[in-house]
């Protein structure tokens, strides 16, 4: 909800220093049940990603790099310097898990020669796997590796399950994964096998920034780890609220690819003219583009199993007003799924 909330209203920003902090004491907790410890780890490492992926190109510098690589820079300082950025870039996310395992490592200092020192450490683990991981992903975030094995496969197949197997056994599957995706070779679609006309411009324009298309799936990720830790603690009776609230921004957050879409054919109004068939129909692939797209994100919210029929039901009338208030006022696009949210709200 924080990043889907940053794409909107970038005032948001400084807030979500305050989520990492809050997810630490769930997190450093032995007591905390394996499935609100799966969805908090998912979401803190999500953030984290998208937090390091944002300030990508200041860690490495990107608009200097032909004058650093003519420096006579020695390769392990310089790796040495990527590293202390990464810390530096990560600040909570990184220090804050170090910080704490030192304290409780301090404060316990008698338990490690005690007889108690073998249980002890087994409930240091799940703190120590939340410091190795956070290096992990802050590391691959700056390198542009997309993790969609760890990050997007595997969390939703221990969605099915979270309570069978304890949390050191989910640790154990959750490095399997990073392995698994660290050897598997990247999946490639041959330019032959494109799809024709508008469709190619499209899905070449995504896949030459991908910027934002990885940031509204990480917004949507975390919308949905975020909902389902803040579900399971909430009575009942408010639940409803909170499931509203998040087809609203996911409606938002999924409707706004068409913002890039627009910009694209704002681009190449020339080159488009020049084709067959009119305004209104390369508006209408547009559209259809978008839809396939969305399909991606509506199925990740139907496997997650946060929305029921009512739900379902509110998000495409949100959806839809997104797109028309894009369509028509861009600048104002928040005024038609608003004016629904109220209506509807109102009607209830």
Same mark, same amino acid.
């Given at each position: 909800? %924080?990043?889907?909330l940053?794409?909107?209203?970038?005032?948001?920003? *400084?807030?979500?220093?305050?989520?990492?902090?809050? #997810?630490?004491?769930?997190?450093?907790?032995?007591?905390?049940?394996?499935?609100?410890?799966?969805?908090?780890?998912?979401?803190?490492?999500?953030?984290?990603?998208?937090?390091?992926?944002?300030?990508r190109?200041?860690?490495?510098?990107?608009? /200097?790099?032909?004058?650093?690589?003519?420096?006579?820079?020695?390769p392990?300082?310089?790796?040495?310097?990527?590293?202390? +950025?990464?810390?530096y870039a990560?600040?909570?996310?990184?220090?804050g898990?170090?910080? $704490? $395992?030192?304290?409780? @490592?301090?404060?316990?200092?008698?338990?490690?020669?005690?007889?108690?020192? !073998?249980?002890?450490?087994?409930e240091?683990? !799940?703190?120590?796997?939340?410091?190795?991981?956070?290096?992990? /992903? %802050?590391?691959?975030?700056?390198?542009?590796?997309?993790?969609?094995?760890?990050?997007?496969?595997?969390?939703?197949?221990?969605?099915?399950w979270?309570?069978? $197997?304890? &949390?050191?056994?989910? $640790?154990?599957?959750?490095?399997?994964?990073?392995?698994?995706?660290?050897?598997?070779?990247?999946?490639?679609?041959? #330019? %032959?096998?494109?799809?024709?006309?508008?469709?190619?411009?499209?899905?070449?324009?995504?896949?030459?920034?991908?910027? %934002?298309?990885?940031?509204?799936l990480?917004?949507?990720?975390?919308?949905?780890?975020?909902?389902?830790?803040?579900?399971?603690?909430?009575?009942?009776?408010?639940? *409803?609220?909170?499931?509203?609230?998040?087809?609203?921004l996911?409606?938002?957050? +999924? =409707?706004?690819?068409?913002?890039?879409?627009?910009?694209?054919r704002?681009? /190449?109004?020339?080159?488009?003219?020049s084709?067959?068939?009119?305004?209104?129909?390369? +508006? =209408?692939?547009?559209?259809?583009y978008?839809?396939? &797209?969305?399909?991606?994100?509506?199925?990740?919210? =139907?496997?997650?199993?946060?929305?029921?029929?009512?739900q379902?039901?509110?998000w495409? @009338?949100?959806?839809?007003?997104?797109?028309?208030?894009?369509?028509?006022? *861009?600048?104002?696009?928040?005024?038609?799924p608003?004016?629904?949210?109220?209506?509807?709200? @109102?009607?209830?």
């Amino acid at each position: 909800m %924080g990043i889907g909330l940053v794409a909107l209203f970038p005032m948001a920003l *400084p807030a979500l220093v305050m989520l990492p902090l809050l #997810s630490l004491g769930v997190l450093a907790d032995p007591q905390t049940q394996s499935s609100l410890y799966l969805n908090t780890l998912w979401g803190y490492l999500l953030l984290l990603y998208s937090w390091m992926n944002f300030q990508r190109d200041g860690i490495y510098a990107a608009r /200097y790099q032909l004058y650093l690589k003519a420096l006579p820079t020695n390769p392990a300082f310089k790796s040495l310097c990527d590293w202390g +950025l990464i810390i530096y870039a990560a600040n909570v996310f990184i220090l804050g898990p170090v910080l $704490l $395992l030192i304290i409780v @490592l301090v404060q316990q200092s008698g338990t490690l020669t005690s007889a108690n020192s !073998p249980a002890f450490l087994a409930e240091l683990i !799940p703190l120590l796997a939340l410091v190795i991981l956070s290096a992990y /992903y %802050g590391f691959i975030a700056v390198n542009n590796t997309l993790p969609w094995i760890s990050l997007l496969v595997f969390p939703f197949l221990a969605f099915t399950w979270p309570e069978e $197997l304890s &949390k050191l056994q989910w $640790l154990l599957l959750w490095v399997i994964a990073i392995v698994t995706e660290r050897f598997m070779p990247a999946v490639s679609i041959p #330019s %032959g096998n494109w799809p024709h006309g508008l469709f190619r411009l499209f899905l070449r324009a995504d896949i030459s920034s991908p910027g %934002g298309e990885k940031l509204r799936l990480i917004a949507l990720l975390l919308l949905i780890a975020l909902t389902r830790i803040s579900a399971s603690s909430l009575h009942p009776d408010v639940q *409803p609220y909170l499931l509203n609230l998040v087809c609203f921004l996911s409606a938002l957050i +999924l =409707a706004s690819s068409l913002f890039g879409i627009q910009a694209l054919r704002e681009r /190449y109004h020339l080159y488009l003219r020049s084709l067959s068939g009119g305004e209104f129909a390369q +508006l =209408a692939w547009g559209v259809t583009y978008v839809f396939l &797209k969305t399909l991606i994100g509506v199925i990740l919210i =139907a496997l997650a199993g946060i929305f029921e029929v009512v739900q379902w039901g509110l998000w495409l @009338l949100f959806y839809t007003g997104a797109l028309a208030g894009i369509l028509w006022r *861009p600048k104002w696009f928040l005024f038609v799924p608003c004016l629904v949210a109220i209506v509807v709200f @109102l009607a209830a």
